[in-house]
Nanobody, 117 residues
């Protein structure tokens, strides 16, 4: 069973920063592609940042230059550093692990990020 445990959400003012973390096992980080999605009410989840098992990174255009995804193999975590946050970044953020061989997806429980003054 793949476990993904997220932390770090909360309320922040526009222009502020938050860091989300996703704890999992070392095996998952080595063989799964890891990503962060967000979900706006009434819409599908949106892929915002992805880091492959080999370290390749992709971002949604609207977060490029503001968000940074990284993984720490020593701590078995994947993080999303979010800077210059905007009210439109308000959403529930989810950690995702994707196995490309078996096309399997696993999700964390989600963490709320609210950007408001």
């Amino acid at each position: 069973q793949v476990q993904l445990v997220e932390s770090g959400g909360g309320l922040v003012q526009p222009g502020g920063s938050l860091r989300l973390s996703c704890a999992t096992s070392g095996t998952i980080l080595r063989i799964y592609n890891m990503a962060w999605f967000r979900h706006f009410p009434g819409k599908q989840r949106e892929l915002i940042a992805r880091i492959s098992s080999g370290g390749s990174i992709d971002y949604l255009d609207s977060v490029k230059g503001r968000f940074t995804i990284s993984k720490d193999n020593a701590k078995n975590t994947v993080s999303l550093q979010m800077n210059s946050l905007k009210p439109e970044d308000t959403a529930v953020y989810y950690c995702n692990a994707h196995n490309i061989v078996y096309d399997q997806d696993y999700w964390g429980q989600g963490t709320q990020v609210t950007v408001s003054s």
